[in-house]
């Protein structure tokens, strides 16, 4: 006798790997369809749930953390289990998963920074800026970073979220600092930083920085460092002005007006200054002849037009050297191949149509597997966009249910992969688990004041389970 | 957001032809990739581009048009995208000049096409996640639990 696979007495059995908010947007679509009933896993490399919302979005944006509030709801469904600290290709291959589930979708974002391609690029105080973001929020996997604040000039390369954010944390005060949940050591080493000057570096001109208004505008009331731009490198030139105009872009032309704003105000005298530089890109890190940054060559660009009249930024074949001792590039992100899933290079995306993933020889979908959110589409947008990516890639499985296009797993019950992940990894952590950690990292920020004090070491957490 | 965006969720590459190929074998691939245009290559260099519009208006007036060539009837003054233009831009060049199928060249070489369609889908679900995300932080501003 057949059973029809997403029916109460044969649900369709879903592994969600990742639990950023492209898991958590997708988890939600897939248990919202009325019509057919769906058993939702989702696993993580880490115990804590909720990704670079957590590990990534600063620790002086909790605004914007508020978004968890809708994965937990997601969360409490009956259908809905996360196994935590469970690492995919490590203590479940995709051979497990296949056994288990009728549908995997990888969720797993874009891991990895990209490079700037420049020579000194790896010398000592050079860094990829997402791992001073990873260490400053208290990520496990790199709380043991090391990061020579006593430097006084420190460059940022990015004009983009991470950069702003960055900066900003490089600014603020330890009182600014403290109110916040950073990771308790971050904020210990932040307090004795010596950096005085940090210095923005956006390729392109201030029309074309990615960094939003209300970011911008931040930067300009920071409490002890007073922001800066240099006056010729606010000004539209006359390829963006007409972009600007044709398109009637207010909120651009709000951006340029708020940074030459800056560029018109005199210093007063704060602890800090923050330079915003436009049309310049780092072409070498230049050492200090033992292994260390002491300055980067920059090259100053010019815009042109490419066919479809976007402005992409030229070098020209001037110069200058600016002193700093401390780097962090924010160029963009990439995502990491997964262990037997395909990937296009190109992209830096598992090889995907609308979420389908292909099969790289004949492009065709693989039965059974889907991708969701940075891992698709690569790094863009805000956290709210990934929800109708991942919504696109609900639909494509839902479809393919219909069709009868999924996998066949030999056991598709809930009891049969939590006997799996117990045997591989018996210190998971589960959602009722996580909510115990949540309870106790607020409590400890309750005492100080603070929206809560994290817990940075997967032992900590094991230990506050009473493992 | 940028056109690489676009191609990354799109798994096939463009789908090309020869301009000495018939519009018969022209129209055979438009119909069984369910698409609206084709781009002419030398190689892997476009060098033209085939609608459906451009076969509709050759219909119109000459019987004989499944004899032709794709050289014949294609465009040849073909505005190409690049994977970083911001969609902003693409958007505005495309619904301005009206174009609806644009090829995508990295260095010279073809890398895919976006349409319309595609841009617009991307414009839409950028605003939507940006309407969702402040939707969250204004409610969170007034007075939710923080997590």
Redesign the interface.
């Known amino acids: 006798m057949t059973v029809t696979t997403g029916t109460p007495a044969r649900p369709l059995r879903v592994a969600i790997v990742g639990a950023g908010p492209t898991g958590f947007y997708a988890a939600d679509h897939l248990l919202r369809n009325p019509t057919v009933v769906v058993d939702v896993d989702m696993f993580d490399r880490l115990p804590t749930p909720y990704g670079l919302v957590r590990l990534g979005v600063a620790p002086d944006h909790?605004?914007?953390?508020?978004?968890?509030?809708?994965f937990?709801k997601v969360a409490a469904s009956p259908r809905f289990r996360f196994y935590g600290g469970v690492e995919f290709g490590k203590d479940v291959t995709l051979a497990d998963l296949k056994a288990l589930y009728h549908q995997i979708v990888y969720c797993t974002g874009a891991q990895t920074d990209r490079r700037m391609g420049i020579p000194g690029e790896d010398l000592t105080g050079s860094h990829p800026a997402t791992e001073f973001v990873a260490w400053y929020n208290g990520h496990p996997d790199y709380r043991d970073c090391a990061f020579d604040l006593s430097q006084e000039s420190v460059a940022v390369v990015g004009v983009g979220n991470v950069a702003a954010d960055v900066v900003r944390i490089l600014c603020r005060t330890p009182e600014e600092l403290a109110t916040t949940d950073i990771a308790d050591y971050a904020l210990e080493a932040l307090r004795k930083s010596r950096v005085r000057d940090v210095y923005l570096l956006g390729r392109r001109g201030p029309a074309?920085a990615a960094f939003t208004n209300p970011e911008v505008r931040e930067l300009g009331e920071l409490a002890d460092a007073d922001i800066t731009a240099i006056p010729q490198e606010v000004e539209l030139d006359p390829l963006s002005r007409v972009?600007v105009e044709?398109?009637q872009?207010r909120a651009t032309l709000k951006k340029v007006e708020m940074l030459r704003e800056y560029a018109r105000r005199a210093p007063t005298g704060k602890s800090r200054r923050l330079v915003l530089r436009f049309l310049v890109s780092p072409v070498e890190l230049i050492s200090d002849g033992a292994g260390r940054v002491a300055a980067m060559r920059l090259v100053r660009n010019e815009l042109y037009a490419?066919?479809?009249?976007?402005?992409?930024p030229r070098a020209t074949d001037r110069f200058e050297e600016l002193p700093v001792g401390l780097v962090f590039r924010s160029v963009g992100y990439r995502g990491v191949p997964l262990p037997g899933v395909p990937f296009?290079e190109?992209?830096?995306?598992i090889?995907?149509?609308?979420?389908?993933v292909?099969d790289p020889d004949t492009?065709l979908p693989i039965v059974g597997e889907y991708a969701a959110g940075w891992i698709?589409?690569?790094p863009?947008?805000?956290?709210?966009?990934?929800?109708?990516?991942a919504a696109e890639t609900v639909e494509c499985m839902f479809e393919d249910l219909a069709r009868g296009a999924v996998l066949e797993p030999t056991r598709p019950e809930a009891a049969a992969a939590e006997a799996l992940v117990r045997q591989r990894q018996p210190n998971y952590v589960s959602y009722t688990d996580w909510l115990k950690l949540?309870e106790i990292e607020?409590a400890r920020g309750r005492a100080q004041g603070r929206?809560?004090v994290k817990l940075t070491s997967v032992e900590e957490m094991l230990a506050a389970l009473g493992r | 957001m940028n056109i690489a965006n676009i191609l990354a969720r799109k798994g096939s590459m463009a789908v090309t032809v020869h301009p000495e190929q018939s519009i018969r074998e022209a129209l055979a691939l438009l119909e069984r990739h369910n698409i609206g245009a084709l781009i002419a290559v030398q190689g892997d260099r476009p060098v033209g581009i085939l609608s459906e519009r451009d076969i509709v208006r050759e219909a119109a007036r000459n019987e004989s048009f499944f004899a032709r060539t794709v050289g014949d009837l294609m465009t040849r003054d073909v505005i190409t995208g690049q994977p970083p233009d911001d969609l902003l831009t693409v958007a505005y060049t495309m619904t301005e000049r009206r174009i609806r199928h644009l090829p995508v060249v990295d260095q010279g070489r073809l890398v895919g096409m976006v349409s319309i369609g595609d841009v617009l889908k991307a414009q839409r679900d950028h605003y939507q996640g940006e309407v969702d995300t402040l939707q969250t932080q204004l409610l969170a501003g007034e007075g939710g639990q923080t997590r």
């Not at chain 1, 863009?380 to 990516?389: A, F, L, Q, R």
């Open positions: 909790q605004k914007i953390k508020f978004v968890t509030n809708a937990d074309q972009a044709r398109s872009d490419t066919s479809t009249g976007a402005l992409q296009n190109s992209w830096g995306v090889l995907n149509d609308k979420g389908r292909l492009k698709k589409r690569g863009t947008g805000v956290i709210g966009t990934n929800k109708p990516d949540n607020v929206p809560r």
